[in-house]
């Protein structure tokens, strides 16, 4: 399942120590709905509506512990936390990487839009300390790697963790906007986290928030609603 086509694309961390390849996390985001598809094909419409499928906890701990090579888990952890596509992740520039916001700077996504990207500390503490390691400046491509081979690594890692479903680099962006929303993150944020022009493609997360829907539940069921 080929999502794009290859291009080319490539402040150290203050006092942190480099996360060894494989460090997992308890806290990633993660749910279990099933249908893998791209982002293009997941807006509503008025016939039958296909949900896509993203990954459970389970699956991003073994995922991420899979990995033996920094540069591949820094992508994957960029993809699945801050919610890129694979050719976001892999056109970054080291200077796009902002420490203090805990942010990504996303030139020209999909659309040709520009866009500030959350992400988590930890994920950019470990893309920093790639940075030290491989000696390279500010205005150079964050990942050396292709497109394509980012893909190829990361679908290699989904096999050796027993992911066997088909899940592609867009399951790692389908599941970082359902985590935002089960976290409570409005609508119209993981909308602009993610670039979306349409918030009817943000919608169709909702469908996958289950988790969500699961404690409102049950919390209305303790007064017998």
């Known amino acids: 399942m080929q999502e794009s086509q290859d291009h080319d694309s490539d402040d150290l961390p203050h006092q942190e120590t480099c996360r060894g390849i494989g460090d997992s996390t308890t806290k990633s985001p993660g749910f279990s709905s099933k249908e893998g598809v791209s982002e293009d094909d997941i807006r509503p419409s008025r016939g039958k509506t296909t949900l896509p499928k993203v990954l459970s906890y389970d699956e991003i701990d073994r995922l991420l512990l899979s990995f033996d090579d920094l540069e591949d888990l820094a992508a994957c952890r960029i993809m699945l936390f801050a919610g890129l596509r694979v050719e976001e992740a892999s056109s970054l520039k080291i200077d796009d990487i902002d420490r203090?916001?805990?942010?990504?700077?996303?030139?020209?996504?999909?659309?040709?839009?520009?866009?500030?990207?959350?992400?988590?500390?930890?994920?950019?503490?470990?893309?920093?300390?790639?940075?030290?390691?491989?000696?390279?400046?500010?205005?150079?491509?964050?990942?050396?790697?292709?497109?394509?081979?980012l893909q190829r690594h990361i679908e290699?890692?989904?096999?050796?963790?027993?992911?066997?479903?088909?899940?592609?680099?867009?399951?790692?962006?389908?599941?970082?906007?359902?985590?935002?929303?089960?976290?409570?993150?409005p609508l119209e944020v993981v909308r602009e986290n993610l670039g979306h022009e349409d918030i009817t493609t943000t919608q169709i997360y909702l469908h996958l928030n289950i988790r969500q829907r699961s404690r409102t539940y049950l919390d209305a069921s303790r007064f017998g609603v």
Not at 115 to 130: F, G, H, K, N, V
Not at 165 to 176: E, K, Y
């Open 100 to 149: 203090e916001r805990r942010a990504l700077f996303v030139r020209q996504g999909k659309g040709g839009k520009d866009r500030w990207a959350p992400c988590d500390i930890s994920t950019i503490s470990l893309a920093l300390c790639y940075v030290h390691l491989t000696g390279r400046k500010g205005n150079e491509h964050l990942f050396k790697k292709t497109t394509r081979t």
């Open 156 to 185: 290699d890692a989904y096999l050796k963790a027993g992911i066997t479903w088909g899940a592609t680099c867009h399951t790692l962006r389908h599941t970082c906007a359902t985590w935002q929303l089960d976290k409570g993150i």
